[in-house]
């Protein structure tokens, strides 16, 4: 019974092979839906990408080089439209001026990147656009804070 398993199992996998590499142009999709969208080059991501939401619209977008994220600008959007996060890639890392938003489209929190790591002082906001909280980083560690109660009474800095 065994010899007989053995056969089979070794008949069944003589027949696979292995999928090539993905290259050029390709959608992906889910559940009938393109999801994302760009080049592939010796099986990586290459090139600018494009992702979308579930209602088609697009969700972020990115340029990749080696199958990781590289240089320029990267946008990610809420279902619902709103900007989610933005942010700027420099070799491959954050680097430089970066975002995130609430689903409203309010500014969330904001800060620096330094080679990948959050740097100086960034702040975080309210729902309601309200200046709340200022953390300090060095080398990607915070290193102060201050909280700022005047926000929440109304009046905005």
Known sequence: MIRVLILLVGILTAGCQMPSLFEGQTEIKQYGRVVAEGQYDSGARTGVWTYYGAAG???GQGTYKNGVMQDGLEITFYSNGQKNTE?????GVKDGY???YFRNGV????GLYLEDKKTGVWREYDPSSFYTL???FENGKQVGWRKFELARQGNPF
Do not use: L
């Open 134 to 136: 200022e953390k300090v």
């Open 107 to 110: 500014k969330k929190e904001e």
């Open 57 to 59: 619209n697009v969700r």
């Open 98 to 100: 970066w975002a995130s």
């Open 87 to 91: 942010g700027n890639w420099t070799n």
